[in-house]
């Protein structure tokens, strides 16, 4: 697996810096860094996927809507315990994509994001016209049960999810199992001539990347209280999961954790100076100018700026 002990120390070092932080930062800061955990989350799971194999997903939202809508339907309208809702909106958000992506995977480029992105947009549109009366119909829903209450519960329990699957993506990406994954991104034919299924390899990966959309999904909008259509299906959500996937560094696991803190606190940071949506044209051309400078994303500076640091110490 490669594993080193060092990969231990950072990843430790990382956990304990993390749990000290409300210690240190404001409630602000800290509803701050709860949205960044879940984008984390998400541009994981976009990554498993098409960081991983390369087959480009424009309809994430889709997983991510089908783990909110079931466990918000299931705790608000049919009085489900939480604890039976969470694991069930899983487990629905895996079949549901199995089912309606997965021949999706037979085709690539940009035909398979062109149907993901239609995917995205009809489950958009039906949730607002099919039974209004469970799904909230255009209004969405509120008063959904809440998992925490106060910023240093929420961002305790954001963190403790988005390290729990950032360590498990991490371990099994070192396994021969990550490996071929990533090998169907460089060249799928080869991966395929070696004996090895492509199509079950894509499968899994799509299976666990949709897990974790629908985790993230179901304990993203038990944080939130309420699940809005129109918001959780925008175009700029989609982006700026993708763009974290890439502009942190995708094909790592540490790169997408990076970019959605740089996008979540880059986008606050505007907030005061660009209220409205064109702060979102500049983090684009922030997002653009660091991915042509470095097209494998700020993990990569930070790798060569600790290379560099090594050898200035040799010489």
């Given at each position: 697996?490669?594993?080193r002990?060092?990969?231990?120390a950072?990843?430790?070092g990382l956990?304990?810096?993390m749990f000290?932080?409300?210690?240190v ?8 860094m ?9 541009a994981?799971?976009w990554d498993?996927?098409?960081g991983?194999?390369?087959y480009v997903s424009?309809g994430h939202p889709f997983l991510?809507?089908?783990g909110a809508?079931t ?10 315990a ?5 694991p069930?909106a899983?487990?629905v958000t ?10 999706a ?7 398979f994001?062109l149907?993901t ?5 009809l ?5 607002q016209?099919?039974r209004?009366?469970?799904?909230g119909?255009t ?7 809440t998992l925490?209450?106060?910023?240093a519960?929420?961002?305790?329990l954001?963190t403790?999810?988005m390290?729990a699957i950032?360590v498990?993506?991490?371990l099994?990406m ?12 460089m060249n799928?034919e080869?991966v395929?001539?070696?004996?090895l299924s492509?199509?079950?390899l894509k499968?899994?990966?799509f299976l666990?990347s ?12 038990h944080?939130l ?20 996937a890439?502009?942190?560094g995708?094909?790592t696991i540490?790169?997408p954790m990076i ?7 880059l986008?606050?940071y505007?907030?005061?100076?660009l209220?409205?949506a064109e ?7 922030i ?7 470095q097209?494998k994303?700020?993990v990569?500076l930070?790798?060569r700026?600790?290379k560099?640091l ?6």
């Amino acid at each position: 697996m490669g594993l080193r002990w060092y990969h231990f120390a950072l990843w430790g070092g990382l956990i304990a810096g993390m749990f000290l932080l409300p210690q240190v930062v404001s409630n602000g800061t800290l509803r701050t860094m709860i949205f960044a955990n879940y984008l984390a989350i998400f541009a994981i799971s976009w990554d498993v996927l098409s960081g991983r194999t390369g087959y480009v997903s424009f309809g994430h939202p889709f997983l991510i809507g089908i783990g909110a809508y079931t466990t918000a339907i299931l705790t608000k309208r049919f009085d489900v315990a939480v604890e039976v809702s969470i694991p069930i909106a899983v487990v629905v958000t895996m079949i549901a994509g199995l089912l309606v992506l997965l021949p999706a995977l037979r085709i690539r480029g940009s035909y398979f994001a062109l149907v993901t992105l239609a995917f995205m947009e009809l489950l958009y549109q039906l949730v607002q016209v099919i039974r209004p009366d469970l799904t909230g119909g255009t209004r969405g829903m509120s008063g959904i049960q809440t998992l925490t209450r106060g910023a240093a519960n929420g961002y305790y329990l954001s963190t403790t999810l988005m390290l729990a699957i950032a360590v498990s993506m991490w371990l099994l990406m070192k396994t021969r199992l990550g490996t071929a994954l990533s090998a169907i991104g460089m060249n799928e034919e080869s991966v395929r001539g070696s004996g090895l299924s492509t199509t079950r390899l894509k499968a899994f990966a799509f299976l666990t990347s949709a897990m974790i959309a629908g985790l993230g999904g179901a304990f993203y909008v038990h944080y939130l209280g309420s699940l809005a259509p129109r918001a959780l299906f925008d175009i700029n959500f989609l982006f700026t999961i993708i763009v974290a996937a890439l502009l942190g560094g995708t094909s790592t696991i540490i790169g997408p954790m990076i970019g959605a803190f740089f996008m979540t606190f880059l986008l606050e940071y505007l907030r005061p100076v660009l209220p409205g949506a064109e702060r979102y044209f500049v983090y684009g051309a922030i997002a653009l100018l660091l991915y042509m400078y470095q097209p494998k994303g700020i993990v990569e500076l930070v790798r060569r700026g600790f290379k560099g640091l090594g050898k200035g110490r040799t010489t």
